[in-house]
């Protein structure tokens, strides 16, 4: 069974940082491109940070040199660390990985930036 667990959302004041973690498990093919999407209330879902296989990250412009998405490979394991957090960061923030066959989401951690 495919599963794709991410933690460490939670409030926090504008200005502060977390560290969000993704454990995937389950995934029988290679993973071609694994990143981080955010969803805020009312708006449409939005990628915030992806690392292909065996090429460079990628951000959204609006979190760049802000996030930084790193990846354990041992431990299967996806984070994106956060600073400088600013309350239009506030959103649900997903999981995705990308194989050859379609793609595979977490159910979401919820991040949410107090001014």
């Known amino acids: 069974q495919v599963q794709l667990v991410e933690s460490g959302g939670g409030l926090v004041q504008a200005g502060g940082a977390l560290r969000l973690s993704c454990a995937v498990s389950?995934?029988?093919?290679?993973?071609?491109?694994i990143g981080w999407y955010r969803q805020a209330p009312g708006k449409q879902r939005e990628v915030v940070a992806t690392i292909p296989s065996g090429g460079s990250t990628n951000y959204a412009d609006s979190v760049k040199s802000r996030f930084t998405i790193s990846r354990d490979s041992a431990k299967n394991t996806v984070y994106l660390q956060m600073n400088s957090l600013k309350p239009e960061d506030t959103a649900v923030y997903y999981c995705n990985a990308e194989v050859v066959l379609g793609g595979y989401w977490g159910q979401g951690t919820q991040v949410t930036v107090s001014s």
């Open positions: 389950g995934i029988r093919f290679s993973i071609n491109v």
